[in-house]
């Protein structure tokens, strides 16, 4: 059983432009919502994070959206930048549990 | 802050020995410790967790014969991937959290197995 989709498995965006990613969930108890980003050879690290009380949460270019009701979230990335270029991990769980489920990443290409 | 280091960052082992990797949590207490792997073109994969006071939990397909994890303190823990083989290699994470929202990453060790 798959908990965590993300969407699209890759995605190629000019310079400028705002890059799109999507997470669906299943399990109704995740209540904390991090986005990672990892380069090739590292572990991820921690983008943004949204809590599941809040439907947006921004922090620069970076903007998370969030629907309880439908269970799906979204990271866009304003004026995506070439140094952007890396994997996107959706990564819910409940907040003060430990289990983290990942997804299964969207690697994104920042084209100049 | 809070840190998380991995040590060491990449491994080469033999098939069929076994390989020790450490995770150190600096500027908070790491009450739960978790071991992820992330095998080529894969996403993480929860090994097993490890809470202060609780038996350490695996996930399905994963065994403590296996992968014996030891979380003595606050501060550290460690897990071994006994008797190697190439379906073991990939990136093996450490997540530690001190019982809030956040849990934190440290760099991974790259186990790669000849």
């Known amino acids: 059983q798959q908990q965590v989709r993300q969407s699209p498995q890759s995605l190629t965006v000019w310079e400028g432009e705002t890059a799109i990613l999507n997470c669906s969930y299943e399990n109704s108890a995740f209540d904390y919502f991090p986005w990672y980003q990892q380069f090739p050879g590292e572990g991820p690290a921690l983008l943004i994070s949204i809590l599941s009380v809040s439907d947006k949460k921004e922090d620069g270019r970076f903007t998370i959206f969030f629907n309880k009701r439908e269970k799906k979230l979204s990271l866009h990335i304003a004026d995506s930048q070439p140094g952007d270029s890396a994997t996107y991990f959706c990564a819910p769980h409940r907040a003060g549990g430990y289990k983290v489920v990942f997804g299964s990443g969207t690697r994104l290409l920042v084209s100049p | 802050g809070a840190l998380v280091y991995q040590y060491p960052r990449r491994t080469i082992c033999k098939s069929g020995t076994s390989m020790r990797m450490e995770c150190q949590a600096v500027?908070?207490?790491?009450?739960?410790v978790a071991w992820y792997r992330q095998s080529p073109q894969k996403t993480f994969e929860l090994i097993a967790l490890s809470t202060v006071n609780s038996a350490i939990k695996y996930e399905q397909n994963f065994t403590q014969e296996k992968f014996p994890i030891s979380h003595p303190n606050l501060s550290f823990s460690s897990m071994t991937v006994l008797n190697a083989y190439l379906e073991d290699r990939g990136l093996y994470l450490c997540g530690a959290s001190g019982g809030y929202a956040e849990q934190f990453f440290g760099p991974g060790t790259r186990l790669t197995v000849l």
């Open positions: 500027g908070f207490q790491a009450t739960s």
